[in-house]
């Protein structure tokens, strides 16, 4: 897993601490994300999933997450065309990849920026 800490400090206006913090707001959204993402699919509400996971693309994208962030956008779409069998393919490939990215993210030196 590797995060793409160019275009997260391209996000952020190449400002370090500005960058730390919007990953630190992706960190602690975790949670939050993870349950409304799983809510949505427990119910099978697509229009919901894809509002949630288009979020969870953007923002991705944001902190450098590129991986994360095409993946979710494959699942954006997927609830848009309500495409059941890739969402329930991918689904669980989404969740892990974003534990991966938070891990990575956690990781992430910010002084060698």
Do not use: P
């Not at 707001?25 to 229009?47: C, V």
Request: hydrophobic share 40%.
């Amino acid at each position: 897993m590797t995060i793409d800490t160019a275009h997260g400090m391209e996000y952020s206006m190449n400002d370090k601490d500005m960058y730390k913090d919007m990953v630190q707001m992706f960190i602690d959204q975790r949670d939050q994300n993870l349950s409304d993402i799983n809510g949505a699919f427990e119910k099978k509400d697509w229009d919901n999933y894809r509002i949630k996971v288009h979020g969870l693309k953007s923002n991705s994208r944001l902190v450098g997450g590129m991986d994360l962030g095409s993946l979710a956008e494959k699942c954006e779409h997927a609830a848009r065309d309500k495409d059941e069998a890739t969402i329930l393919a991918e689904h669980q490939n989404l969740l892990a990849l974003y534990d991966e990215t938070i891990a990575a993210l956690k990781a992430v030196d910010f002084n060698a920026l």
